[in-house]
């Protein structure tokens, strides 16, 4: 049997290895491009690694990191590695717009496609399968043609005005007026990576499997205790029956075939009321019942309407600030830990008002992902405001905020009834 790994094994290669190769190593000879800006981004990532070391260094308990040079290039091995490398021409090149800004994207970016191909541009969207699947839906509910599929890159520019999905993953698309092709990528429609879908799911209400002795819910009948399952003769034909016993001990039989009209109750029989058979008591509280759950409904679909209809700034954060705060992590991200992320920083994007709960027990994460929020708000120059139920809690989330925000340049207070009035005014102001 092969021994699972632990998380972040990865950092620990170089104790396996006398030495780790880099890419560099794999590509000797080749033509290298660089683009602008590229010195600047090799200092700032080479920040983030130390700052990222001193950060887990400083948390007490567990193996010490490795130093950052034993597992990534320094600046200057970078410097060196590219001294040969070739600037990259982008001239006539722009970035594709943010049509998730937009009030409609769905018609912006439908306008937009028509006004390149009519300009003569093959036009691309490209995006891993299962966002290809999603904004092919949305673009065929706008009265967008399908795109035609191709596989390689070679082949967009066979078709001049054309329109082709090419499976790539770009986190951001562009228009090249000289080469006459332009490229959407999913992130310029929704406003962040669409987040693949688990293959398996969990049933959120738990166990609902049926045993005798458990209350149930007959559709016709109402509240009563599953006593048996039972085989009958009826008619010269046997048959299995499930018998029902109600308030007062009278029993039905209710024919197998009705199973489906019988729900597990979540209360012990001791707990419960049963109903009365041959009565009318149980089809007025269904009727009941049932005008309510109708009014509930009406409700949240007016709300879901309001709440769609609603327009809100969309906020995307810097990426290289943004990534420099990531870094202050120390651990590695959990799957679902980095999907909630994603989420919340896609709904941030989608220039709608949020409507998400994050759910988690304790010490799963969730004061991160609350954190990447605030992070993505604050860098992009807003306000955020943080509120907890107890002083104490307030004052442990102001301590992690402060000291994660620290060097920034984005300022953390704190109110609460616990704060000196001379405090509460520097905030305030």
Same mark, same amino acid.
């Given at each position: 049997?092969?021994?699972?790994?632990?998380?972040?094994?990865?950092?620990?290669?170089?104790?396996?290895?006398?030495?780790?190769?880099?890419?560099?190593?794999?590509?000797?000879?080749?033509?290298? =491009?660089?683009?602008?800006?590229?010195?600047?981004?090799?200092?700032?990532?080479?920040?983030?690694?130390?700052?990222?070391?001193?950060?887990?260094?400083?948390?007490?308990?567990?193996?010490?990191?490795?130093?950052?040079?034993?597992?990534?290039? *320094?600046?200057?091995?970078?410097?060196?590695?590219?001294?040969?490398?070739?600037?990259?021409?982008?001239?006539?090149?722009?970035?594709?717009?943010?049509?998730?800004?937009?009030?409609?994207?769905?018609?912006? $970016?439908?306008?937009?496609?028509?006004?390149?191909?009519?300009?003569?541009?093959? $036009?691309?969207? /490209?995006?891993?399968?299962?966002?290809?699947?999603?904004?092919?839906?949305?673009?065929?509910?706008?009265?967008?043609?399908?795109?035609?599929?191709?596989?390689?890159?070679?082949?967009?520019?066979?078709?001049?005005?054309?329109?082709?999905?090419?499976?790539?993953?770009?986190?951001?698309?562009?228009?090249?007026?000289?080469?006459? @092709? /332009?490229?959407?990528?999913?992130?310029?429609?929704?406003?962040?990576?669409?987040?693949?879908?688990?293959?398996? *799911?969990?049933?959120?209400?738990?166990?609902?499997?049926?045993?005798?002795?458990? $209350? @149930?819910?007959?559709?016709?009948?109402?509240?009563?205790?599953?006593?048996?399952?039972?085989?009958?003769?009826?008619?010269?034909?046997?048959?299995?029956?499930?018998?029902?016993?109600?308030?007062?001990?009278?029993?039905?039989?209710?024919?197998?075939?009705?199973?489906?009209?019988?729900?597990?109750?979540?209360?012990?029989?001791?707990?419960? /009321?049963?109903?009365?058979?041959?009565?009318?008591?149980?089809?007025?509280?269904?009727?009941?019942?049932?005008?309510?759950?109708?009014?509930?409904?009406?409700?949240?679909?007016a709300a879901a309407k309001e709440r769609d209809a609603k327009v809100a700034s969309a906020i995307i954060p810097?990426?290289?600030?943004?990534?420099?705060?990531?870094?202050?992590?120390?651990?590695?991200?959990?799957?679902?830990?980095?999907?909630?992320?994603?989420?919340?920083?896609?709904?941030?994007?989608?220039?709608?008002?949020?409507?998400?709960?994050?759910?988690?027990?304790?010490?799963?994460?969730? /004061?991160?992902?609350?954190?990447? %929020?605030?992070?993505?708000?604050? =860098?992009?120059?807003?306000?955020?405001?943080?509120?907890?139920?107890?002083?104490? =809690?307030?004052?442990?989330?102001?301590?992690?905020?402060?000291?994660?925000?620290?060097? *920034?340049?984005?300022?953390?207070?704190?109110?609460?009834? %616990? $704060?000196?009035?001379?405090?509460?005014?520097?905030?305030?102001?």
């Amino acid at each position: 049997d092969v021994e699972a790994l632990p998380d972040a094994a990865e950092h620990r290669l170089a104790q396996h290895y006398r030495a780790l190769s880099s890419a560099f190593d794999f590509v000797d000879g080749a033509r290298v =491009l660089t683009d602008d800006g590229l010195s600047e981004r090799i200092v700032r990532f080479a920040d983030q690694v130390n700052e990222a070391y001193r950060t887990r260094v400083s948390f007490d308990g567990g193996e010490r990191p490795l130093e950052p040079g034993r597992l990534y290039l *320094t600046a200057e091995e970078m410097g060196e590695r590219l001294a040969q490398a070739a600037p990259l021409d982008v001239a006539g090149v722009q970035p594709a717009p943010s049509f998730a800004a937009e009030r409609s994207p769905a018609k912006s $970016v439908k306008a937009f496609i028509q006004d390149r191909r009519d300009a003569g541009h093959a $036009v691309v969207i /490209t995006g891993l399968s299962h966002e290809q699947r999603i904004v092919s839906r949305m673009l065929k509910r706008s009265g967008v043609e399908t795109p035609v599929h191709v596989d390689r890159w070679a082949e967009v520019g066979a078709a001049p005005s054309s329109l082709v999905s090419l499976q790539a993953d770009l986190d951001a698309g562009f228009d090249d007026r000289q080469a006459k @092709v /332009t490229v959407i990528a999913p992130s310029d429609i929704t406003g962040g990576r669409i987040a693949r879908r688990r293959e398996t *799911t969990t049933d959120a209400f738990g166990e609902t499997e049926i045993r005798v002795g458990d $209350v @149930v819910i007959h559709e016709d009948h109402g509240l009563g205790v599953l006593q048996a399952l039972e085989r009958i003769e009826a008619d010269g034909v046997e048959r299995d029956v499930l018998r029902l016993e109600y308030h007062g001990g009278a029993t039905i039989l209710a024919p197998i075939e009705e199973f489906g009209r019988i729900w597990r109750y979540g209360s012990e029989p001791s707990a419960v /009321t049963l109903d009365r058979l041959n009565t009318q008591g149980w089809q007025k509280r269904r009727a009941e019942v049932s005008a309510q759950i109708d009014a509930a409904a009406a409700a949240l679909v007016a709300a879901a309407k309001e709440r769609d209809a609603k327009v809100a700034s969309a906020i995307i954060p810097p990426a290289a600030a943004y990534a420099r705060f990531s870094a202050g992590f120390p651990f590695p991200e959990s799957v679902d830990q980095s999907a909630a992320i994603n989420d919340v920083l896609s709904d941030l994007a989608a220039g709608k008002p949020m409507n998400r709960l994050v759910c988690g027990d304790v010490g799963f994460g969730k /004061t991160e992902v609350a954190l990447r %929020a605030a992070a993505a708000v604050a =860098l992009s120059g807003r306000q955020v405001l943080i509120s907890a139920p107890t002083t104490v =809690l307030a004052r442990q989330h102001f301590e992690v905020f402060r000291r994660r925000f620290e060097g *920034t340049g984005v300022g953390v207070g704190h109110l609460s009834r %616990a $704060v000196d009035r001379a405090e509460i005014a520097a905030v305030k102001a």
